[in-house]
């Protein structure tokens, strides 16, 4: 507490603001124990909180402003600044599991741990909201990373190691807005400034469960007047927080009703009937009565059991659906008798598993005061003392884009933290990648990501800064949000498709060859801009007469294919040798089966070609029957004999053959004959597959010429020779 130092320490002053009283505490810690300097306790002249909640800001302001002047008169000195607690009775938790995934490895950097920290606060947050069914504004008043994921598995610390995917179970505490206000007025109404402000099932474990108990899987349940707060611990850290609006004033409003005595009486019929063997007092009509501890057990037993059974239920449901191992019971109402004894019952446990924490728990307390309490109902104040060590917790204002927003300090609060409690959203701090473009490549899908726009700009007191500069009260933070970048885009020409050239045998020469693609049924040029949804086709194959022109050589006579006889519109595959004599020109005999039909099946061809490339590269060549589009309307247009043919020249009817290659029927169409390189036109062989194999044609068992006439009923295969090892 600022401006409150001795020699012996820093003085802490605790509250802990209850439904039936306030219990105030003193102390400082020194050489990890805490010295107790001042205790006092001071119970509510009315029923002005109930079940933790307050509901006359003045009159409870009023009870700690003299539980306040007592410890100032008991230790000779002001106190200004107070530690205090908020119920659990408006407490809410969201358990969430946050991911983030990279393109490939990613190394982890203190800033990547952080944003899955953030964004599994946002994710808890809008999980909460859509359960949210008050009008309530409830804030995010802190969050525990309980488990970090590494592409799948759980580890210790993500930083530094390289990632793919990384992950946080993360548990997320939310108050409401109005119950915060309550508790920091009727405190300022006392003369007193917040200094820290935590939760009780937080502050009752500090003293009640030591960090090096909490490996075991236990539960903490603090039983107050209003309220059962209960949290859980496993594998090192607090896993959950419940409550139950279910404690010790119900019990007393049995007593009420049966011995017809105001409310204070029977409080007091309650307490001493755990101390003594009967307890005497006064009805409402003024007759003096006497009560057994028995009796009271009898009354309040079937209570007892309806809170224990809750409780029991709260746990297990914080718990999986699995009682815990062990059960500590503080705070006042717990020390009812038979309290500990039913919830082991109820939660199936052996009642030695049950107990109520008090002076055993208080090992490394020193009090420096006469006859003090040692009790369950002091390890909550003592542990909202500590608390103020542990975290330095309390709610700032701060300006965000014009805005003043509340926020819980818990000692460490960033520009993201005000972040997460205004309208910013996790993805306007950070870069934005524009509209990714999808299309298909040879039938297979592909996408081209968009560019990362600018990061969030961000300033703190007109000072640059970041995400994770640390703001304080009264602070002014300016943020522009992040922006979009760029949609994708891509030329044809990027494609890495495109890049494999197209190698052939020319008279003995290789000749390279650029791939050419259609997009949508129409060639395009490599500086064609790739759209949403385009289909393209990446051709691998050439005519001969588009390789001559390519090479920019007149065309010659008697054309050799793979050492075949061929024409100028026989198509030529990778790896194919092609030869001509340049010193022959073409005759008649070559051009005149180049018909119009014949013409169109070349630019066809292109397309088809691209799709005999997407084909597998299975080593026995598998194919299926590929239809042929446009092949039946040019049947019907030569059909008739008509045509370019010269005079006496007619083209023979259209016909139809059917194969078997590999095993399967392939129906040849389209012309009035066939000869063995058709095939390649009616099935699925990649022919870019060979790997550096030679590729084996066989006719009814024997090897084929690529120019040989085919028959109905002839048997082929074609695959891939064996690699020699």
Same mark, same amino acid.
């Given at each position: 507490?600022?401006?409150?130092? +001795? ?15 306030? *219990? ?10 805490? !010295? ?63 991911? =983030? ?11 990547? *741990? ?30 525990? /990373? ?19 995917? =990384? ?6 505490? #939310?108050?409401?807005?109005? *119950? ?30 030591? +960090? ?5 899987? =236990? ?19 607090? &896993? ?17 009703? !049966?011995?017809?005595?105001?409310f204070d009486t029977a409080e007091r019929i309650k307490r001493q009937s755990g101390e003594r063997e009967s307890v005497e007092y006064q009805d409402i009509m003024g007759l003096t009565q006497v009560i057994t501890s028995k009796e009271v057990e009898e009354i309040l037993s079937g209570k007892v059991q309806e809170m224990t059974k809750l409780v029991a239920d709260c746990i297990r449901e914080l718990n ?7 059960? #500590? ?42 006859? /003090? ?5 002091? *390890? ?6 500590? $608390?103020?060590?542990?975290?330095? %917790? ?15 300090? %818990? ?28 299309? &298909?490549?040879?039938?297979? $899908? ?26 304080? %009260? ?39 060859? /650029? ?10 040029? +490599? ?22 022109e390519f090479m920019d050589v007149p065309l010659g006579g008697g054309i050799l294919v793979n050492d075949t006889p061929a024409k100028p519109h026989t198509r030529v595959y990778e790896n194919f040798t092609l030869a001509w004599d340049g010193n022959t020109p073409l005759t008649y005999a070559d051009l005149e089966e180049e018909t119009e039909e014949e013409t169109q099946e070349a630019e066809d061809g ?10 597998? $590269? ?28 010269? /005079? ?27 000869? #063995?390189?058709?095939? #390649? ?45």
């Amino acid at each position: 507490m600022a401006g409150v130092r +001795e020699g012996q320490g820093q003085l802490v002053f605790g509250l802990d603001i209850g439904t039936r009283s306030v *219990v105030g505490t003193v102390g400082y810690l020194s050489g990890g124990r805490f !010295h107790v300097l001042g205790q006092r306790i001071r119970e509510h002249d009315s029923r002005s909180m109930l079940d933790g909640q307050i509901h006359d800001i003045g009159k409870v302001g009023e009870t700690i402003r003299l539980v306040k002047e007592q410890l100032e008169e008991d230790l000779n000195r002001k106190l200004t600044e107070v530690c205090i607690a908020a119920a659990g009775r408006v407490l809410r938790t969201v358990t969430t599991h946050a991911v =983030m995934e990279y393109d490939g490895d990613h190394e982890v950097t203190e800033e990547d *741990v952080y944003a899955l920290s953030t964004l599994g606060v946002e994710q808890a947050y809008e999980e909460f909201q859509k359960n949210n069914d008050t009008e309530m504004k409830f804030y995010c008043v802190g969050y525990t /990373p309980m488990r970090y994921y590494m592409n799948g598995y759980q580890i210790g610390n993500l930083e530094g190691h390289k990632v793919r995917n =990384m992950a946080v179970d993360l548990i997320a505490t #939310f108050l409401p807005d109005d *119950v915060v206000d309550g508790l920091y007025k009727a405190v300022e109404t006392a003369g007193l400034h917040v200094a820290n402000l935590t939760l009780e099932p937080i502050a009752a474990i500090q003293v009640a469960i030591p +960090e090096k108990f909490r490996m075991l899987n =236990m539960a903490l349940v603090d039983v107050g007047a209003g309220t059962s707060d209960i949290s859980v611990t496993r594998d090192g850290a607090i &896993t959950a927080y419940g409550m139950i609006p279910v404690a010790g004033d119900s019990l007393t409003d049995l007593i009420v009703q !049966h011995c017809l005595v105001d409310f204070d009486t029977a409080e007091r019929i309650k307490r001493q009937s755990g101390e003594r063997e009967s307890v005497e007092y006064q009805d409402i009509m003024g007759l003096t009565q006497v009560i057994t501890s028995k009796e009271v057990e009898e009354i309040l037993s079937g209570k007892v059991q309806e809170m224990t059974k809750l409780v029991a239920d709260c746990i297990r449901e914080l718990n999986g659906d699995k009682a815990v191992s062990a059960v #500590f019971v503080v705070g006042g109402g717990g020390m009812i008798p038979g309290y500990t004894r039913q919830l082991a019952d109820e939660l199936g446990i052996v009642k030695e598993r049950v107990a109520i924490r008090g002076p055993e728990v208080m090992q490394n307390i020193d009090f420096e005061i006469d006859n /003090p309490r040692r009790d369950s109902l002091m *390890v909550t104040p003592i542990g909202i003392c500590l $608390s103020y060590y542990e975290q330095s %917790n309390n709610f700032i204002f701060v300006d965000f884009n014009g805005k003043r927003v509340k926020l819980y300090d %818990n000692g460490k609060l960033s520009v993201a933290d005000a972040a997460v409690q205004t309208d910013l959203s996790n993805e306007e701090l950070f870069p934005k990648r524009g509209k990714a473009l999808t299309f &298909t490549v040879n039938g297979k $899908s592909r996408i081209v990501r968009g560019l990362l726009g600018e990061a969030a700009s961000i300033r703190v007191n007109g000072e640059p800064a970041d995400i994770h500069t640390q703001v304080k %009260n009264g602070d002014r933070v300016e943020v522009t949000p992040s922006t979009e970048g760029e949609p994708a885009s891509l030329e044809l020409g990027r494609l890495p498709e495109l890049d494999q050239r197209l190698h052939v045998s020319v008279n003995g020469a290789r000749i390279d060859l /650029p791939r050419t693609a259609s997009v949508n049924g129409r060639l395009e040029n +490599e500086f064609y801009l790739i759209q949403e949804n385009d289909d393209i086709r990446v051709q691998n194959s050439y005519t001969v007469r588009e390789i001559a022109e390519f090479m920019d050589v007149p065309l010659g006579g008697g054309i050799l294919v793979n050492d075949t006889p061929a024409k100028p519109h026989t198509r030529v595959y990778e790896n194919f040798t092609l030869a001509w004599d340049g010193n022959t020109p073409l005759t008649y005999a070559d051009l005149e089966e180049e018909t119009e039909e014949e013409t169109q099946e070349a630019e066809d061809g292109e397309t088809a070609g691209a799709d005999k490339g997407e084909a597998g $590269s299975d080593d026995a060549g598998s194919v299926s029957e590929k239809p042929q589009a446009g092949r039946q309307e040019q049947a019907g247009a030569s059909g008739s004999g008509s045509g370019d043919a010269k /005079p006496g020249e007619a083209y023979g009817a259209l016909s139809e053959i059917t194969v078997t290659v590999n095993g399967s029927f392939v129906t040849l169409k389209g012309k009035d004959s066939y000869v #063995f390189v058709d095939v #390649f036109s009616f099935i699925d062989f990649d022919l870019n597959a060979s790997d550096g194999r030679g590729i084996v044609t066989l006719l009814n068992g024997r090897n084929a010429e690529y120019m040989e006439p085919l028959s109905g009923g002839d048997v082929i295969d074609i695959h891939w020779e064996e690699k020699r090892h």
